[in-house]
């Protein structure tokens, strides 16, 4: 059961992906991207880390997306004449990635060799356990992780600001 | 999962469906004879004893209307827009509890779809969601009015947001978990959140008048300024759609206000009436009910006693008033709770604070 | 649930990262750059938390690591749009190319 529903979340995944960097309309790629998003999350509840799916939601779905959104509304930016790339640059992606993923699937031949680990707890991903250990071994991270929201939201005012208040 | 079970559920969800949509169509006619009491009208009251029949007229009417797409429109995304709305109202319903449990040949039935040990950010994860079907909606209609509602709707959703989570965060630290069931069964009988969190409480109750854009956050689709707001060009039953999810908006919130801060299905003196347990589940789903449909009323007393905000005010009220107070609700709640719990000199360990 | 082999996840993260990098080569919309990093990043989550699910059972860090893009994702592009702000209000436009005057 799970498993078709994992194959038919991978299609999925991909094709918006895919969508994502081919729609000529930037509107039509940030809607195929909320839906490769939920297709994530589904993956991540699928990989037993509800809690992580949430959050991915909210953020991802419910804040960042709807940014870019906004901005492409409000400056008016869904011009359809984007012209892509030459020729040879678009090549030279295709073969560079092409390559790579070469590599890179050689890599996963041999991951499954790996010694998977069998014991699985459920409860593992659960918000209690992930509070626990947040506020315990991941602390400092944590604080870290305030001080820069708290910088970017800085940058962010600033950067926003009308070009006669800058200097002030 | 057994059979029985499954014939549960699948009947539960399909009630739980149904009723949103009947309360939801009740409400407006409900809005209309509250609309019409506080003008000392007498609102509706043609169709049917008392006007009964009027929400089945009005959704008659909108299904025989002509379909209208704009010339101009993105067509895809203009039906896309108010499906996305109607699709994220319903969807928040899964997690609430409508009852406690009803015990059928010796087997418990638990009256709620499902319990998600993180339900509130579920719900948080919908409500983040609900604002694309008005972007949308308004951005595709390929007009100036439409989209100035669409921008005012998302900026107004975004920033309430914020608040919203944030008037949260004190309340999960009280009760310790994400639950929304756990949250109703740790306020038994009169012991309702509401009382240990009056200032959470009533920050939720502005953010929740926001994010269902009623009056008087109701600046997307404000007349007098914008003809229609996002919804200036649809007709028919796409604009049906619209203002319907609007109004199961305002039932799923006036729920989760009960579920969160007036102890869902409990009441004081529960235990001392000596009811069987059915009778009691039953007897609480009632009283869940009608707290929901006290709020509801609410929404609308609100809506037709106060004026509308400036744009101005709303993003000040947002940023500069509700964020900041819902700061200080969680740091006064943290100090309560290392106060009850006697943490100050010992070293803190997390699991000290779930009781 | 451990039916599905560990490569068939990495499968799917890698052709992620690779379409978003096909994204950031071939576009030159600001935009749909970002949102190109954006899906780079979420393939090195799903790659964390598989890992973390079949390798590591035990341990949470594949999670904390997702958390923490996850956050920096988050600021990132709130600068990021603060940056395409100004860039459209210099140049009119969002495409990278051009923006290729260090001051206007």
Redesign the interface.
């Known amino acids: 059961m ?2 078709y529903l ?1 194959y038919i979340l ?1 299609l999925l ?2 094709f918006s ?2 969508m ?2 081919f729609s000529r309309k ?2 039509y ?3 195929y ?2 839906f ?2 939920f297709t ?1 999350a589904g ?2 509840i ?7 799916a ?11 997306m ?10 008016n ?1 869904n011009k359809e004449s ?1 012209p ?2 030459s020729n040879i ?2 090549t ?3 073969v560079s ?1 092409g390559l ?2 070469m590599v ?2 050689s890599v ?2 041999s ?2 060799g ?8 459920s409860q ?13 071994k ?1 602390l400092l ?1 944590f604080e870290v ?1 305030a001080l ?2 708290l ?3 800085i ?3 600033m ?2 600001k009308k ?1 006669g208040g800058a200097q002030s | 999962m057994e059979l029985n079970d499954l014939i549960f559920k699948i009947i539960f969800v399909i009630a739980v469906f149904a009723v949103s949509l009947l309360v939801a169509m009740y409400s407006t006619y409900a809005e209309r004879k509250v609309a019409a009491f506080f003008q000392d009208r007498l609102g509706p009251n043609r169709a049917g004893p008392f006007g009964m029949l009027q929400p089945l007229a009005d959704g008659i009417k909108m299904f025989m209307k002509e379909e209208i797409i704009p010339t101009n429109a993105d067509k895809v995304l203009f039906v896309l827009g108010p499906s996305l709305a109607m699709m994220t109202a319903c969807m928040t319903g899964v997690v609430i509890p409508w009852g406690s449990s009803l015990i059928i040949d010796g087997k418990e039935y638990v009256m709620q779809i499902t319990d998600v040990n993180i339900g509130i950010l579920y719900v948080f994860g919908v409500v983040s969601v609900g604002v694309y079907g008005i972007m949308i909606g308004g951005w595709a209609s390929n007009n100036k009015f439409s989209l100035l509602g669409a921008l005012r709707a998302s900026s107004q959703m975004i920033s309430y947001e914020l608040a919203m989570g944030m008037s949260i965060v004190a309340l999960v630290m009280m009760t310790g978990t994400l639950s929304v069931r756990e949250i109703v069964e740790s306020q038994p009988g009169g012991h309702w959140n509401v009382f240990v969190q009056p200032l959470g409480f009533l920050l939720f109750l502005i953010c929740a008048f926001a994010e269902t854009n009623r009056t008087p956050f109701d600046l997307p689709e404000c007349e007098t300024e914008l003809v229609g707001g996002y919804h200036t060009e649809y007709s028919s039953m796409k604009l049906g759609f619209y203002l319907f999810a609007e109004y199961i908006n305002m039932f799923i919130s006036s729920a989760i206000i009960v579920c969160l801060f007036f102890g869902g299905y409990n009441f004081p003196f529960i235990s001392e009436l000596g009811l069987s347990h059915n009778m009691a589940a039953i007897l609480g789903t009632v009283i869940f009910f009608a707290k929901v449909f006290f709020f509801i009323f609410f929404f609308m007393w609100i809506r037709w006693t106060i004026p509308r905000f400036r744009y101005d005010q709303l993003m000040r009220v947002g940023w500069k008033v509700l964020i900041p107070l819902a700061v200080v609700n969680i740091v006064l709640t943290a100090i309560y709770l290392m106060w009850k719990h006697d943490l100050w000199n010992t070293t803190l360990h997390v699991s000290q604070l779930n009781p | 649930m451990s039916e599905i082999p560990l490569s068939h996840i990495l499968f799917v993260s890698t052709a992620l990262f690779f379409i978003g990098m096909y994204g950031m080569f071939t576009r030159r919309n600001m935009i749909t750059m970002l949102m190109s990093i954006e899906l780079m990043l979420n393939s090195v989550n799903i790659n964390f938390i598989a890992f973390n699910k079949y390798l590591f059972p035990g341990n949470l860090d594949g999670l904390f690591f997702t958390i923490f893009i996850i956050t920096i994702a988050a600021a990132e592009a709130a600068v990021a749009i603060a940056i395409i702000i100004n860039l459209y209000r210099n140049h009119k436009s969002i495409d990278v190319e051009e923006a290729d005057a260090l001051k206007h």
């Open positions: 799970s498993q994992f991978s995944t991909a992906a895919m994502v960097v930037p509107v790629s940030v809607l991207m909320i490769c998003f994530i993956h991540y699928l990989l037993n880390a509800q809690f992580l949430a959050v991915h939601v909210i953020v991802y779905s419910g804040a960042i709807v940014l870019f959104l906004y901005v492409i509304m409000m400056l930016l984007e892509h790339k640059a678009k030279a992606a295709v990635g790579l993923l890179l699937v996963f031949k991951a499954d790996l010694a998977i680990n069998p014991a699985f707890d593992i991903g659960m918000v209690e356990v992930l509070g626990m250990v947040l506020y315990e991941y991270p992780s820069l929201f910088t970017a939201m940058g962010a005012t950067l926003g070009e």
